[in-house]
């Protein structure tokens, strides 16, 4: 392509012209020639030949063509569409384009799904603070569309100016590419701050939000909340709010709420169409109920809306959901005469159930069948019938399904390297699974929870627990939570392998991923740091979980710390002991004396050892009591040491008296 000299622009005729749907508008005589000057009577463009030595400007003073002007821009949009290096050609042409000029230009570039450019231009307007509210709004929508959430919501939180911030249109174009993006409950606190900020939401904005809530475990419980703020707004629910409410109602299970919404909404005067009628036959789907889907097919008739593909399709998802596999084959013929049928959706609907109802023979017809009519397929029918053959204990046939799967697409999502993958780890193919994971990143394809759970299991089954381990480390560092089941399988396994260290790093990240762990869990952890030796970290297990952990395990615990654990928190131990409510064992005293005795220098915690029996009811026995007055001038506090012995003695003789009282019996 030519380069061309800064502010040399050919006309319309010369550049191509503007394609259809991005004409700049036609000037008016009273704007100014630029956005970038105040006065039109001087101009430094001196235009020489371009493009055939077509001539745009000649004259350095007058009046400028307002014509002329408007060519340059539209020859200047021209060239940018095209370039090769939109950095240099932006350089050339920034004194000529106004703001909506760069927005034709972001939009161009993001109808042709061209992100590279996107990023690379609205970078460029950020920089030269050539942007409006359209300009913001645009790119969050290619944002969203990219898939790159974390782009919008950074350029979100670079906006400085209040009123923009707060703007609608902008407002409502990221909380559409959170929610889109599978980020609601970020969405969420996002719309509460925008609130905060003076956002006026309107019911597009109510309406975003609500489409986020199908797919929330309480997501129905945040629907009737959004539905409460928008209609003490002073909105009235419309034809989308109780389309979304309807769906909503069916991803959840929740039926009978369904039909309400949809009495209700044919009582407000809301017509239902097509999309409300397919969002109701989806909750009776979901329950199964398909006496009450064709009750709904006959009204939609009745009141002129004929069933369309989805109506029909989701209508055969009752019946083979309700086990009605015979209707579900009369629906499917039908689907097939109209032309509905030409993807894979109805054959997989139907393969899918019969699998789960253990009729693998028919949906193997089924898969064939539809092989056989060369329906279109994305690969979702083979990752069904994998999946069943998998459950079913089929491995081999799993196997091969997925190595036909190989050889005939070359399209993969996450879903079905997932697929594969499992079929190959349990036939216990290493080869093909090395060859999946690196697919994965050749793709660039993030994995999942279930990738990770998959690859854990298979390591096990291997008895590959160095790998698993690594495999729970990357899943952990990735925010996923960890299966509890799985987890602990693996603390065995390692322990047993004698890998400590990593059977209790495990166990780490396990607590501090999930909340809410079997209690047994630390116990077990503790047992088998005892055994390992690895005191220091059993005493943490320890402090962190006393009331979880039983008496003989801590007992057992408490006599190896006093043994071979770190003399300086030895008290530390003798302590909690005593905290969970049990007397602490006279030999644990004799253990930690003797450990103090072979350790002159730590005098001070002897000493405050001593006097903490002393306050707590608590008597050396008689084998101690000599080793310390034998020893006590190692310590040089044998005066002290033997004050706080005969204290010992006094308190154990008025306690001695007070239970004979009690009892009627004489002290000698």
Not at 203 to 230: F, H, N, P, W
Not at 231 to 243: H, L, M, P, R, T
Not at 330 to 359: I, Q, S, T, V
Request: charged share 25%.
């Amino acid at each position: 392509m030519l380069s061309l000299p800064f502010s040399s622009f050919p006309p319309p005729s010369a550049a191509g012209g503007v394609p259809a749907g991005s004409q700049l508008p036609l000037p008016c005589r009273w704007l100014p020639c630029s956005t970038q000057r105040k006065s039109n009577h001087r101009l430094d463009l001196h235009v020489s030949k371009i493009l055939g030595g077509t001539t745009v400007l000649s004259s350095s003073f007058g009046e400028v063509s307002p014509v002329s002007t408007f060519s340059a821009r539209q020859a200047a949009v021209a060239e940018l569409k095209e370039s090769a290096d939109l950095e240099a050609s932006l350089s050339r042409v920034k004194e000529i384009l106004r703001v909506q000029d760069l927005n034709i230009i972001l939009r161009y570039f993001g109808e042709l799904r061209r992100w590279i450019e996107v990023n690379q231009l609205f970078d460029w307007m950020q920089k030269a603070e050539m942007l409006n509210f359209a300009s913001y709004s645009s790119f969050i929508k290619y944002m969203r569309i990219s898939r790159n959430p974390m782009k919008a919501l950074q350029v979100y939180d670079s906006i400085t100016d209040k009123s923009t911030r707060v703007n609608l249109s902008i407002c409502n174009s990221i909380l559409g590419c959170m929610v889109q993006n599978g980020r609601f409950k970020s969405s969420m606190k996002l719309f509460s701050k925008m609130k905060d900020d003076g956002l006026l939401p309107d019911l597009v904005t109510y309406s975003t939000l609500l489409a986020g809530c199908g797919k929330e475990a309480d997501g129905y419980a945040k629907a009737i909340q959004l539905v409460r703020e928008l209609e003490s707004s002073g909105f009235n629910k419309d034809a989308v709010i109780y389309g979304s409410l309807i769906a909503i109602c069916a991803s959840n299970n929740l039926c009978k709420e369904a039909e309400e919404y949809f009495k209700q909404m044919n009582v407000e005067c809301c017509t239902p169409n097509i999309f409300h009628y397919s969002s109701l036959l989806n909750a009776y789907s979901v329950s199964r109920d398909y006496v009450k889907a064709e009750q709904l097919i006959r009204n939609m008739k009745s009141s002129g809306i004929v069933p369309n593909k989805v109506i029909l399709t989701t209508l055969l998802k009752v019946y083979t959901r309700g086990g009605l596999f015979e209707k579900s084959r009369e629906l499917l013929a039908e689907l097939e005469a109209l032309g509905y049928a030409e993807d894979e959706m109805p054959y997989c609907l139907l393969m899918d159930n019969l699998a789960k109802a253990g009729c693998m023979g028919e949906a193997r017809e089924v898969f064939i069948k539809m092989k056989e009519k060369r329906v279109k397929s994305d690969g979702f029918a083979y990752s069904i019938m994998i999946s069943a053959f998998c459950r079913v204990g089929l491995l081999q046939e799993a196997r091969q399904l997925a190595k036909d799967f190989e050889d005939n697409y070359e399209k993969y999502d996450l879903v079905m390297l997932n697929t594969l993958l499992r079929a190959y780890s349990n036939a216990g193919d290493m080869e093909s699974v090395r060859k999946m994971l690196k697919k994965m990143d050749d793709l660039a394809i993030t994995p999942d929870w279930n990738t990770f759970h998959i690859l854990i299991k298979y390591f096990c089954r291997e008895k590959l627990f160095h790998l698993a381990y690594q495999t729970i480390e990357d899943m952990h560092s990735k925010g996923h939570k960890l299966n509890e089941e799985l987890c602990l399988s693996l603390i065995l396994q390692l322990a047993k392998a004698g890998s400590f260290s990593e059977s209790f790093s495990v166990y780490n990240m396990l607590r501090y991923s999930n909340r809410n762990v079997c209690k047994s869990l630390h116990e077990t952890m503790l047992n088998i740091l005892v055994e390992a030796g690895l005191l220091k970290d059993a005493y943490v297990v320890v402090k962190d979980n006393m009331e979880m952990i039983s008496t003989p395990s801590f007992e057992k615990f408490a006599a190896s710390f006093m043994k071979s654990g770190n003399i300086n928190l030895i008290n530390d131990v003798v302590k909690a002991f005593h905290c969970l409510g049990y007397n602490v064992d006279a030999e644990i005293f004799r253990v930690a004396i003797s450990r103090y005795i072979g350790k002159p220098e730590k005098k001070g915690l002897l000493l405050s050892l001593l006097k903490w029996m002393q306050t707590h009811g608590y008597v050396v026995d008689s084998s101690s009591r000599n080793l310390l007055l034998k020893n006590s001038h190692l310590f040089g506090q044998k005066q002290v040491i033997a004050e706080i012995l005969s204290m010992q003695y006094v308190l154990r003789y008025k306690e001695a008296c007070k239970e004979s009282t009690f009892e009627g019996r004489d002290i000698p």
